[in-house]
């Protein structure tokens, strides 16, 4: 009897289990289904490749550090200088490579400052470290030039050269005697000529992004196409150096001149 008992309490339970696990019948004389529920879109685990891609808050915590030659930017500035040694280095025989190197390198000019910014890691030896590594760049250049162009072109490499350095040098110690950045203006239209405040290149050059860039980029794009035509005779090239390139080439020369006597004026 007790067995029976037994047996009828197990076959009640198994019952109850079967119903609770099964659907009702959806049709009348329809079989019963066990189905699985099928999962929701929200439950299913999907893939994106921007989380492979370190955080804001990785890239400060590996390089936020007190020291600041292992700051990120400055970790790319580095990375520059290595670059410009590799264009450099086969310059006079694989222009190809050359190029390559040294657009990369120019490139990285963007993303360093755009790094300081972004992870707050600004500092001097950045500021230095770009203004030092732009100045190397453009030297490095006109070395290349009057390696390959006849000798009576050397004043004019050595002109440009001596120009831009010491124009960019003149400026970067003057920011610094004032606490300021190379890059800002402020007080110093009031140590211009009344001729200069109405001709103020140097203003618009560094407060205008759009003109910074220019005549930034066509700088460098003009030395690099002198470059390139001493290897091939391309005449897109040429119409390109001096019909686009050498308008914004010329006004940055005229901006050095510019920063150069402000700079100078302004140190007293």
């Not at 025989?93 to 040294?102: D, F, N, S």
């Amino acid at each position: 009897m007790r067995s029976n008992t037994i047996a009828y309490v197990l076959l009640l339970l198994i019952r109850q289990d079967l119903i609770g696990a099964t659907q009702p019948l959806l049709l009348l004389g329809g079989a019963q289904k066990r189905t699985k529920p099928s999962p929701s879109p929200s439950s299913i685990p999907t893939f994106n490749p921007a989380q492979l891609l370190p955080t804001k808050q990785t890239l400060q915590r590996i390089t936020n550090t007190h020291r600041p030659f292992l700051f990120l930017p400055n970790l790319i500035g580095y990375l520059r200088i290595a670059l410009l040694v590799v264009a450099l280095k086969s310059a006079l025989v694989k222009p190809g490579r050359t190029l390559i190197a040294y657009m990369l390198s120019f490139s990285l000019d963007v993303v360093d400052g755009v790094a300081a910014r972004w992870l707050n890691q600004v500092s001097n030896l950045g500021g230095l470290l770009d203004m030092l590594t732009d100045r190397m760049a453009t030297l490095g250049v006109l070395f290349v030039l009057s390696h390959i162009y006849p000798s009576r072109f050397l004043p004019v490499f050595i002109f440009f050269g001596a120009l831009d350095v010491s124009s960019h040098w003149a400026r970067t110690i003057e920011s610094a005697k004032k606490g300021k950045h190379h890059k800002s203006e402020g007080e110093r239209n009031k140590i211009l000529h009344p001729m200069l405040t109405r001709f103020n290149l140097v203003n618009h050059y560094y407060n205008n992004y759009k003109f910074f860039a220019y005549c930034c980029v066509s700088a460098e794009l003009f030395w690099l196409c002198a470059y390139w035509l001493a290897f091939s005779d391309g005449e897109l090239v040429r119409k390109l150096m001096v019909g686009v390139f050498g308008i914004g080439w010329a006004v940055k020369q005229l901006t050095n001149a510019q920063q150069l006597v402000v700079s100078a004026a302004g140190l007293d």
